[in-house]
């Protein structure tokens, strides 16, 4: 009877597990599958147009819009917030470049690529990390995507009126019966769209990049016509003056930075498809500034038209708040045109949601339970943890809103800064994408018990210099005035901090698998077996002249030939 459970649970276990490759120890079974090994060539289909589409309709999202607001609500001119954005994306853009290049390179994805950094077990926990993040996000995301389904339908009938269907939720809920109904209309209806495999959903963003901007600039132009034209937005003065205005600016600068906290540490799971590494560097260096200042420009004219057209008020930071005015005292022509509007939207968070977070942490579930998960189901857990984190009480207000997202920023800044680190100024360019997915002690990427404590002190070291300005922030407490500052400018702060002492650390004491000069052999990256290969006896002279080799900057697959041929 034993031998009969103990079979059925077996047979249970390999039903759901993933295919994978035959040969796999039961370690190694714990680090790879199809999803995490390096893209094969038949995969990488992403050319440069389809990251300048990718970043097209990503950039015409409502989150992109509602921090250009915010920085109007806080006092800035239209001008001054525009050109903190401009100067906060084009930042953003160089580091998801700095970023992507590794998996343009090698094609792995952000949890093999932090195995050479944080080892191979010590990797878990930034990936841990981020996973959460990201599903917290799509949450987020997606009740944003719920008001755009709440607008659609009320523009049909205007019976789905919040006010007037009985709410069962309580009056500090965040949320209301018609909301969260709504809210799970766009949950539901976005399920289908994880199916799709990460080389093939770039159709979406290039049907999103076609519909969405042109729906936003139709909102753009509808709203100077009622606001009777550009001129009364651009006198608008700023509020604010003196350092103030100053610090209020750097902020700007700063929320432009922390909207892309999870693309800047995830760029590699999309550049890995990449058929070069050039395709996936200039096209996402220059489309991403443009792209989320033109979209912010829409959004900064439509806020501060909105004081315009409903005189007396403060400027609506929500685009889909002043679409909700409109459908108030609009007739059918106008209800139309907030539901074509209200459609885009919802297809634009529906992309946002799939690249930002959504594949994000499918692909980082994937790398935490390898053997049973892959990024499909990965992404259909984002979406079960994201509908349980009752999303709607982070989008209460506009400081809220601020508040949240950089609290996200402190925690992936320190990611970034060892990845960063560790690539280009530890490593040189120089990894062994084998041995990423080698759990033996002699991998060079194992480093202690498969923690390299190097990077744990560089990470929590970036996330102390923000803690304290960290928690005044959502406290409202009283902190010293120097650590205020220093969260002010709390991605800088991180990524400088971690990224320094890891270098420093590795200096004092030097990690495996170097280059001395800059060395990248992605291009040899092909189909690779994984296996161990445990018919090869090595003498204790070759072991020492092949880890010589290999120190010196020469490829495992080199290696491998060379031991062979002995």
């Known amino acids: 009877m034993q031998r009969l459970h103990t079979s059925r649970a077996r047979s249970w276990i390999d039903k759901l597990a993933v295919d994978n490759e035959a040969g796999l120890s039961t370690a190694q079974l714990m680090l790879t599958n199809h999803d995490?090994?390096?893209?094969?060539?038949?995969?990488?289909?992403?050319?440069?147009?389809?990251f300048v589409g990718f970043w097209v309709a990503d950039s015409f999202n409502i989150n992109t819009w509602m921090i250009s607001s915010t920085s109007i609500v806080n006092g800035l001119s239209w001008w001054q917030a525009w050109l903190s954005v401009w100067v906060g994306y084009a930042i953003a853009g160089a580091f998801v470049c700095a970023t992507g290049r590794i998996g343009a390179n090698y094609h792995i994805g952000f949890p093999v690529v932090n195995r050479a950094s944080f080892g191979i077990y010590?990797?878990?926990?930034?990936?841990?990390?981020?996973?959460?993040?990201?599903?917290?996000?799509?949450?987020?995301?997606?009740y944003i995507g719920g008001h755009c389904v709440y607008l659609m339908i009320r523009s049909i009938w205007l019976s789905w009126d919040r006010n007037t269907i009985p709410n069962t939720f309580p009056a500090n809920a965040g949320t209301t019966t018609a909301d969260y109904a709504s809210f799970f209309i766009f949950w539901l209806v976005s399920l289908p769209a994880i199916w799709f495999p990460v080389h093939k959903i770039r159709h979406l963003f290039t049907v999103k990049a076609y519909f969405v901007p042109a729906a936003g600039i139709a909102f753009f132009i509808w709203a100077?016509?009622?606001?009777?034209?550009?001129?009364?937005i651009i006198h608008q003065p700023a509020k604010l003056q003196g350092s103030d205005l100053a610090w209020e600016f750097v902020k700007?600068?700063?929320?432009?930075?922390?909207?892309?906290?999870?693309?800047?540490?995830?760029?590699?799971?999309?550049?890995?498809?990449?058929?070069?590494?050039?395709?996936?560097?200039?096209?996402?260096?220059?489309?991403?500034?443009?792209?989320?200042?033109?979209?912010?420009?829409?959004?900064?004219?439509v806020s501060s038209s909105s004081v315009i057209i409903y005189p007396g008020t403060e400027p609506i930071w929500d685009p889909l708040d002043l679409l909700e005015r409109f459908i108030d005292d609009g007739g059918p022509?106008?209800?139309?045109?907030?539901?074509?509007?209200?459609?885009?939207?919802a297809l634009a968070q529906l992309g946002t949601n799939i690249a930002a977070n959504s594949i994000s942490?499918?692909?980082?579930?994937?790398?935490?339970?390898?053997?049973?998960?892959?990024i499909r189901r990965g992404g259909y857990l984002c979406a079960a943890i994201g509908l349980a984190l009752c999303p709607y009480q982070f989008l209460s207000s506009a400081n809220n809103f601020m508040t949240y997202l950089s609290a996200y920023s402190v925690f992936l800044s320190s990611i970034a800064g060892v990845m960063v680190s560790d690539y280009y100024f530890v490593r040189r360019g120089y990894l062994r994408v084998k041995q990423l997915y080698d759990a033996r002690r002699s991998s060079p990427y194992y480093f202690?018990?498969?923690?390299?404590?190097?990077?744990?002190a560089a990470y929590i070291s970036g996330i102390l210099i923000n803690v304290v300005g960290f928690a005044g922030?959502?406290?409202?407490?009283?902190?010293?005035?120097?650590?205020?500052?220093?969260?002010?400018?709390?991605?800088?702060?991180?990524f400088i901090v971690s990224a320094a002492v890891y270098w420093i650390c590795c200096r004092l004491f030097p990690v495996p698998a170097c280059s001395d000069q800059w060395l990248e052999i992605g291009d040899q990256v092909d189909e690779l077996t994984l296996a161990y290969d445990e018919n090869i006896s090595i003498t204790g002279s070759d072991r020492s002249r092949i880890a010589d080799e290999e120190d010196a900057g020469l490829d495992g697959d080199y290696v491998n030939k060379h031991r062979n041929k002995d």
């Open 122 to 142: 010590g990797a878990l926990w930034p990936v841990l990390n981020r996973s959460v993040l990201a599903a917290f996000w799509y949450g987020v995301q997606a």
């Open 224 to 232: 100077l016509v009622r606001a009777g034209g550009v001129g009364p």
């Open 448 to 456: 202690t018990f498969g923690v390299n404590w190097r990077a744990y």
């Open 361 to 374: 942490a499918g692909t980082d579930f994937t790398a935490l339970l390898p053997r049973f998960l892959n």
């Open 252 to 301: 700007g600068v700063l929320s432009s930075i922390a909207n892309f906290a999870t693309l800047i540490v995830n760029d590699p799971d999309f550049s890995r498809f990449a058929r070069k590494p050039r395709d996936a560097f200039w096209s996402q260096l220059f489309t991403i500034p443009i792209g989320f200042a033109v979209t912010c420009f829409v959004g900064i004219f």
């Open 473 to 494: 922030a959502v406290n409202g407490g009283n902190v010293p005035i120097g650590a205020t500052y220093i969260y002010n400018v709390n991605f800088f702060a991180g």
């Open 36 to 50: 995490l090994k390096p893209v094969e060539p038949a995969r990488r289909q992403w050319g440069p147009w389809n």
């Open 333 to 345: 022509a106008q209800r139309f045109g907030v539901f074509v509007i209200a459609l885009a939207f």
